[in-house]
């Protein structure tokens, strides 16, 4: 059975860094240039076919790295990549005709010349963005986190370089910046398929119900999580005129960088390694290890933020973002428990167990959802702010008591604020510096299964 190396969870981490840095520069670039309005109708393009494609694709890329890391059969792997690249298209089209009916009502006043432009942008968008994460999926099944990560990164430096260009050249808004992020998606499906070829559309019934079956079962907490995560943004977006739109945008994407840099770099690497262990001590120890390193990287590249958050808004984004420091503190402090939520849902879900985030996200929501309207109308954007805060608090509470009631974890064993943690994580670090070349051999073998 394959297991994810040092050298998977190290290549994850530093493809994840260079993709933060690369959205902040990108982000600051557009909230410069385009100022609050119109980084605001840009959040609005790029946001609702984003939230339309999560709903629609019913989690397939999740179902394809489950089934792919347990698979020993390289015919039946072969197969299972063929037929979901299939269904992935086939989900593409028919969340498209979901997304142009409800166009209209999403984009409805002063946002209604939109329309035209999201509608073109959702046209590629969704279907291309489906086949992509599919084919990901199948790299991240098989622990090929080489390709893996290059291919993730592909994505965001192709869309730098042509916002660069399209800058240079005096044509950058919203409509452009959106054709550069589809140019950068493009090329990253483009060369997908080349390095799968040969490739061929493959539909087995057997194995596009186990797909469908499986995604369906994630998808239930994955609805859940995307709704948790993108609530806030929504209501901001109905309630909000389109600078405070460009405000709260600039906000989550400082407070997620933390998060996304450390988070998700586990949670990419957690799903298939949890579904490839069998021992529940295993499992156990991996969970632990993962939340307690997450709670306190997390912990300190947020609360890092938060203290200098005063000087780093304005001065990566510029003065008219003021108004964006007190929800960026909020919502630092926010992402740092979603960051610990995630990494413990997903540590759940990977032996197979979706209820405990089922419970938590949909208490999250809950919460949110009863305290996001008094908040934002008494307190603004920071008021929707530490409406999430409340929230996460929550989801955390929930999963906390699963990870008890299931694996006998207390609360002291996977709480990283300690200096215990952080000696474990030094020398763990020392470890990895010291036999860096023995790591790059092990993730190219991995590369070349």
Same mark, same amino acid.
């Given at each position: 059975?394959?297991?994810?190396?040092?050298?998977?969870?190290?290549?994850?981490?530093?493809?994840t860094a260079?993709i !933060?840095?690369?959205?902040?520069?990108? =982000?600051?670039?557009?909230?410069?240039?385009?100022?609050?309005?119109?980084?605001?109708?840009?959040?609005?393009?790029?946001?609702?076919?984003?939230?339309?494609?999560?709903?629609?694709?019913?989690?397939?890329?999740?179902?394809?790295?489950?089934?792919?890391?347990?698979?020993?059969?390289?015919?039946?792997?072969?197969?299972?990549?063929?037929?979901?690249?299939?269904?992935?298209?086939?989900? =593409?089209?028919?969340?498209?005709?979901?997304?142009?009916?409800?166009?209209?009502?999403?984009?409805?006043?002063?946002?209604?010349?939109?329309?035209?432009?999201?509608?073109?942008?959702?046209? $590629?968008? !969704?279907?291309?963005?489906?086949?992509?994460?599919?084919?990901?999926?199948?790299d991240?099944?098989?622990?090929?986190?080489?390709?893996?990560?290059?291919?993730?990164?592909?994505?965001?430096?192709?869309?730098?370089?042509?916002?660069?260009?399209?800058?240079?050249?005096?044509?950058?808004?919203?409509?452009?910046?959106?054709?550069? $992020?589809?140019?950068?998606?493009?090329?990253?499906?483009?060369?997908?398929?080349?390095?799968?070829?040969p490739?061929?559309? %493959?539909?087995?019934?057997?194995?596009?119900?186990?797909?469908?079956?499986?995604?369906?079962?994630?998808?239930?907490?994955?609805?859940?999580?995307?709704?948790?995560?993108?609530?806030?943004?929504?209501?901001? %977006?109905?309630?909000?005129?389109?600078?405070?739109?460009?405000?709260?945008?600039?906000?989550?994407?400082?407070?997620?960088?933390?998060?996304?840099?450390?988070?998700?770099?586990?949670?990419?690497?957690?799903?298939?390694? !949890?579904?490839s262990?069998?021992?529940?001590?295993?499992?156990?120890?991996?969970?632990?290890?993962?939340?307690?390193?997450?709670?306190?990287?997390?912990?300190?590249?947020?609360?890092?933020l938060?203290?200098?958050?005063?000087?780093?808004?304005?001065l990566?984004?510029?003065?008219?973002?003021?108004?964006?420091?007190?929800?960026?503190?909020?919502?630092?402090?926010?992402?740092?428990?979603?960051?610990?939520?995630?990494? !413990?849902?997903?540590?759940l879900?990977?032996?197979?167990?979706?209820?405990?985030? $089922?419970h938590?996200?949909?208490?999250?929501?809950?919460?949110?959802?009863?305290?996001?309207?008094?908040?934002?109308?008494y307190?603004?954007?920071?008021?929707?702010a530490?409406? $999430?805060?409340?929230?996460?608090?929550?989801?955390l509470?929930?999963?906390?008591?699963?990870?008890?009631?299931?694996?006998?974890?207390?609360?002291?064993e996977?709480? =990283?604020?300690?200096?215990?943690?952080?000696?474990?994580?030094?020398?763990?670090?020392?470890?990895?510096?010291?036999?860096?070349?023995?790591?790059?051999?092990?993730?190219?073998?991995?590369?070349?299964?």
């Amino acid at each position: 059975m394959k297991r994810a190396g040092t050298g998977a969870w190290l290549g994850t981490f530093g493809t994840t860094a260079a993709i !933060m840095g690369l959205t902040l520069i990108t =982000g600051a670039l557009t909230a410069r240039l385009l100022q609050p309005a119109g980084r605001g109708e840009l959040a609005a393009i790029l946001y609702w076919p984003n939230v339309l494609e999560g709903f629609g694709f019913i989690s397939l890329n999740e179902a394809v790295a489950f089934m792919i890391a347990g698979q020993e059969d390289v015919d039946r792997a072969h197969a299972i990549k063929q037929t979901a690249l299939t269904a992935a298209l086939l989900l =593409g089209v028919c969340s498209i005709a979901i997304g142009w009916c409800l166009l209209p009502w999403l984009f409805r006043g002063d946002r209604a010349h939109l329309i035209e432009i999201t509608g073109l942008y959702m046209l $590629v968008f !969704m279907p291309a963005n489906m086949v992509n994460q599919t084919l990901l999926a199948a790299d991240q099944g098989v622990f090929r986190f080489g390709r893996y990560n290059r291919l993730r990164l592909l994505q965001p430096v192709t869309y730098f370089l042509m916002l660069c260009g399209i800058w240079f050249a005096g044509r950058l808004e919203p409509a452009t910046v959106a054709l550069a $992020v589809l140019i950068g998606l493009l090329v990253t499906v483009c060369t997908q398929l080349y390095l799968s070829l040969p490739i061929s559309l %493959l539909w087995q019934q057997g194995v596009a119900r186990d797909l469908l079956k499986i995604g369906g079962r994630f998808h239930w907490v994955n609805l859940l999580l995307y709704v948790s995560t993108e609530l806030d943004r929504a209501l901001i %977006l109905l309630w909000s005129s389109n600078a405070n739109v460009g405000l709260y945008a600039v906000a989550t994407t400082v407070a997620g960088s933390g998060t996304a840099l450390f988070a998700q770099s586990a949670t990419l690497v957690l799903l298939p390694s !949890m579904s490839s262990l069998t021992a529940p001590h295993d499992r156990r120890a991996l969970m632990v290890k993962s939340v307690r390193a997450v709670m306190l990287l997390v912990g300190v590249s947020n609360l890092s933020l938060m203290i200098l958050a005063v000087w780093i808004v304005p001065l990566l984004f510029g003065a008219l973002y003021r108004e964006a420091i007190l929800p960026t503190m909020g919502l630092l402090f926010a992402y740092w428990l979603k960051a610990v939520t995630q990494v !413990m849902e997903r540590s759940l879900r990977g032996t197979g167990w979706i209820w405990p985030g $089922v419970h938590s996200q949909a208490s999250s929501i809950v919460c949110l959802a009863v305290l996001a309207y008094p908040a934002y109308r008494y307190a603004g954007l920071l008021g929707m702010a530490l409406s $999430v805060l409340v929230s996460q608090i929550i989801a955390l509470l929930v999963l906390a008591w699963y990870a008890h009631r299931s694996f006998e974890i207390r609360i002291t064993e996977w709480w =990283g604020l300690r200096p215990a943690v952080a000696l474990e994580l030094w020398r763990l670090g020392g470890q990895l510096l010291r036999s860096r070349v023995g790591y790059g051999a092990t993730a190219g073998s991995v590369d070349r299964q």
